[in-house]
């Protein structure tokens, strides 16, 4: 079965400022999805970010940006320009090509401060 | 277009008593997913439902659990009995039967067993 690591429990950033969220993964498949997920407080898990292990090109939407590294079975999550509004648990995720379900870390908590 | 609608959004019950969960997934997506989020954890995939089918429940424990989903659209999650260790937020997701179908959330259930 595939692991999803989150090794940082809680962050903290400025406004404006940038944060870097890390995950790293295990799994012996070659091709698979890997996905950002935020949580509010409302608990709703909105896509934040998604990126395909066949493409080398990272994925970036908006302030957004992964820097997935393959070989290292990496994928980290970059925040600019940080607002209050991107307060809330971020969870990164695995999902294989072939199957549909999601397989979701623990989660790291983002504080932004004024 | 409206979202992934669940309900109750909160119930709080006694050990051993029974509870259901409802959930009304996006028009048109056949896919529809059950998680459990434990505290301070990231979602573990409880059942898959493709259409009316089960595709994966491998982690549902069915000595307590059950779920159904009738005439491809609705779904019901129920517990009996409850343990202590149930309590979570249910969260229900629904997608397109695509390769990348992007899994869109409902705001979840509370439960508190007591």
């Known amino acids: 079965a595939q692991t999803v690591t989150q090794s940082q429990p809680e962050m903290s950033v400025q406004e404006a400022e940038t944060v870097t969220l890390s995950c790293t993964y295990d799994t012996s498949e070659s091709d698979y999805y890997l996905f950002w997920y935020k949580q509010p407080p409302s608990r709703q898990m909105i896509l934040v970010i998604r990126?395909?292990?066949?493409?080398?090109q990272n994925a970036t939407e908006n302030r957004f940006s992964v820097n997935f590294q393959k070989a290292a079975k990496s994928f980290s999550l970059k925040i600019s320009d940080s607002q209050l509004g991107d307060a809330a648990m971020y969870f990164c995720a695995y999902r294989s090509r072939s199957g549909y379900a999601l397989n979701f870390g623990k989660g790291t908590s983002l504080l932004v401060t004024p | 277009e409206a979202g992934v609608a669940q309900s109750p959004r909160y119930k709080i019950i006694e050990k051993r008593q029974s509870v259901a969960f409802w959930c009304n997934p996006i028009?048109?997506?056949?896919?529809l997913y059950w998680y459990q989020q434990i505290l301070g954890q990231g979602p573990k995939l409880l059942i898959q439902?493709?259409?009316?089918?089960?595709?994966?429940d491998s982690q549902l424990p069915k000595d307590r659990f059950s779920a159904e989903r009738l005439k491809g659209v609705d779904s019901t999650l129920k517990i009996q009995p409850a343990k202590l260790e149930d309590s979570a937020v249910y969260l229900c997701?629904?997608?397109?039967?695509?390769?990348?179908?992007?899994?869109?959330f409902g705001p979840g259930t509370r439960l508190t067993v007591l």
């Open positions: 997701a629904s997608s397109l039967e695509a390769p990348l179908g992007q899994q869109f």
């Open positions: 439902f493709q259409n009316n089918g089960v595709v994966d």
């Open positions: 990126q395909e292990a066949y493409k080398q």
């Open positions: 028009s048109g997506h056949a896919t």
